[in-house]
Nanobody, 129 residues
């Protein structure tokens, strides 16, 4: 496991959570020159794309289901990547995974699981109604 995702928990509908992804398992211990994605997997469902950031950090993309509610960010040193999740609803309940890629176009955001080489162990987010 090269990445560490954290920040999950049990919240009520309408609440917010901030997930963080720590790149301590990567060679240079930062996300420098890596694109980063957040995915989630609900029970009985396939893992799906939630949000992504290009290697250049100039491009971001969000799934339609979270657009306007979730915001992905990083710091200047790309020492961590965050996912701020607002107005959570029960449909957001899932294990959330962060992933990183060192391949592809510098300003593109990748949404397929196979585009990412490095993964974290996942953090559980549960939203009660």
């Amino acid at each position: 496991v090269q990445l560490q995702a954290s920040g999950g928990g049990l919240v009520q509908a309408g609440a917010s959570l901030r997930l963080s992804c720590d790149p301590s398992g990567l060679t240079f211990r930062t996300f420098s020159d890596y694109g980063v994605g957040w995915f989630r997997q609900a029970p009985g469902k396939e893992r799906e794309f939630v949000a992504g950031m290009s290697r250049s950090t100039r491009a971001y993309s969000y799934a339609d289901s979270v657009k306007g509610r979730f915001t992905m960010s990083t710091d200047a040193a790309k020492s961590t990547v965050n996912l701020l999740m607002n107005r959570l609803n029960p449909e957001d309940t899932a294990v959330y995974y962060c992933a990183a890629t060192a391949r592809g176009q510098y300003n593109s955001v990748y949404k397929r699981l196979l585009d990412y080489q490095y993964w974290g162990q996942g953090t559980q987010v549960t939203v009660s109604s």
